[in-house]
Every structure is written in structure tokens, then in C-alpha cells.
């Protein structure tokens, strides 16, 4: 159960880690401050990867808030990824 605990920790470490990396690049990407198309590609699988979590938070915040041009869905989708795993987590280690 701990290695199972471990997996989860460090699989939603790595999905933080890609919400991080696609925040900084869809500035970048978003304002044409690059035409490296090696950034596109990578903001590309980023958001391929993360989108399916992202998009259903982007959803429950327009729906119950009224945002600014602000995106907070990768943020709050950061927040919420966290409070699961840790959530799991601890669960895991009270089974073991």
C-alpha cells in the first residue's frame, strides 16, 4: 500500500508540474512572444494532457462565478488535484 501511496503522491506531483508548465506557456504561447515551434509542440501535449481535469473545473467556476478575463480553472484545478491526492494518500497509509 505505501508503493501504491508513493505512486499517487509523485503521479499527481508530475500532473501539478504539467498545470505549471501549461500556465507559463499559454502566456507565452498566447502572446506570440515565441515562434519556437518546439514551445508550441510542448504547450500542445500539455494541454492534450491536462485538459481532460481542466476543462470540467472550468465549468463549475463559470458556472457558479463570474470571473474576470482571468482563467482560474488551472489554478483552482491545481488546489482541487492537491486536496484529492493528499486525501488518497492518507487513506492509503492508514490501510497499510
Given at each position: 500500500m505505501v508503493l501504491v501511496a508513493q505512486a499517487i503522491f509523485w503521479m499527481g506531483r508530475l500532473f501539478d508540474y504539467a498545470l505549471l508548465g501549461r500556465a507559463i506557456l499559454?502566456?507565452?504561447v498566447g502572446m506570440n512572444m515565441t515562434h519556437n515551434e518546439t514551445v508550441?509542440?510542448?504547450y500542445d501535449a500539455l494541454f492534450k494532457f491536462?485538459?481532460?481535469i481542466v476543462s470540467p473545473v472550468r465549468n463549475?467556476?463559470?458556472r457558479f462565478f463570474r470571473t474576470s478575463m482571468i482563467d482560474w480553472s488551472v489554478?483552482?484545478?491545481m488546489i482541487l488535484v492537491g486536496v484529492v491526492v493528499r486525501v488518497v494518500v492518507q487513506l492509503?497509509?492508514?490501510l497499510a
Open positions: 499559454s502566456w507565452v508550441a509542440k510542448i491536462t485538459e481532460p463549475l467556476i463559470n489554478f483552482a484545478t492509503l497509509l492508514m
